[in-house]
Nanobody, 120 residues
Framework: QVRLVESGGGLVQAGGSMRLSCAASGSIVSINTMGWYRQAPGKQRELVATITSGGSTAYADSVKGRFTISRDNAKNTVYLRMDSLKPEDTAVYYC??????????????WGQGTQVTVSS
């Protein structure tokens, strides 16, 4: 089955930087849009950034100018570089992707999430 696995989370001080990675594996025909969401305690999951197969990006207003989403199609991997981190960026970050697979009937996939904690 198609799986998405995040990595790169951890603890960082305010003003610091961190890069998250999410690799897709399985019987993949193609991957369309990939993105990152986050969910903080007591809040609903929110969209952070997306990137299309052609490389077009979009960002939430709260992270625009600080975060950069990118992808490596050869590795089926999406990245999120986070700069100038703030305590309010603390959340579990999830990657998702629209994946076409010969063996998996699902279309939208979610990773298990990686914790990002920004200390003040």
């Amino acid at each position: 089955q198609v799986r998405l696995v995040e990595s790169g989370g951890g603890l960082v001080q305010a003003g610091g930087s961190m890069r998250l990675s999410c690799a897709a594996s399985g019987s993949i025909v193609s991957i369309n849009t990939m993105g990152w969401y986050r969910q903080a305690p007591g809040k609903q999951r929110e969209l952070v950034a997306t990137i299309t197969s052609g490389g077009s990006t979009a960002y939430a207003d709260s992270v625009k100018g600080r975060f950069t989403i990118s992808r490596d199609n050869a590795k089926n991997t999406v990245y999120l570089r986070m700069d100038s981190l703030k305590p309010e960026d603390t959340a579990v970050y999830y990657c998702n992707a629209a994946v076409r697979s010969l063996s998996d009937p699902r279309f939208h996939y979610w990773g298990q999430g990686t914790q990002v904690t920004v200390s003040s």
